[in-house]
């Protein structure tokens, strides 16, 4: 386990810890948990890349930013749930995870980056707060989430994201959209889309 301090004192000076700063523990090997402080609202880039994290690994509910690539080409993670502060999933978050296979976003979620989760063979079930529970396979996406980037989904294995978002600007390398009109039907759209925040 590694457990960071709330405080540290360098030259005779103390200060608050509010980061785990990039590539920290890049291919650290066996990770089991993080104890967080908590102080600590960000997780820079690429800062447990490569990482074997246990499968119960936590990402902390206070966070408010991850970096770009923080847990990419990490294995042992299988399930992640997102904390309710985060706003953005950044690019290549999760990148060629090749253990995880289940997401849980955030009610907050705006944007999900290129790459985010390309490359997670494994990744069959992406999931907002609202999701219905008889949910097996696919994306099923908060209404916050107004921009999905390129390739954000791609080499998994879902197939169909669901949202009730505006339809804007399409990508064309993401899974087919389909766009939730009730509880009932479903309308299909485009891969893709950026939409009014």
Known sequence: MVDIPAKVRFNG???????IFGMAFVDAGKVASVKYPSTMFYLMSHAFAGADLD??????????????????????????????GMVDIPSGMFNDCLDLMFVKLGPNVETIGDFAFMGCKN????????CPSDMFEGAVLPESVCEVGGSAFSDTRIECV?????????????????????????????SGFVGPR
């Open 162 to 190: 669901y949202t009730d978002a505006e339809i804007g600007k399409r990508y064309d390398d993401v899974p087919v959209f389909r766009k939730r009109t009730d509880s009932n039907g479903l309308k299909r759209v485009r």
């Open 123 to 130: 990744l069959s079930l992406v999931i907002g707060d609202d």
């Open 55 to 84: 499968p119960a690994f936590e990402i902390p509910s206070h966070l408010e930013y991850v970096g770009g690539y923080h847990f990419a080409g990490c294995t042992g993670l299988r399930e992640v749930y997102l904390p309710k």
């Open 13 to 19: 000076d103390d200060y608050t810890v509010v980061a």
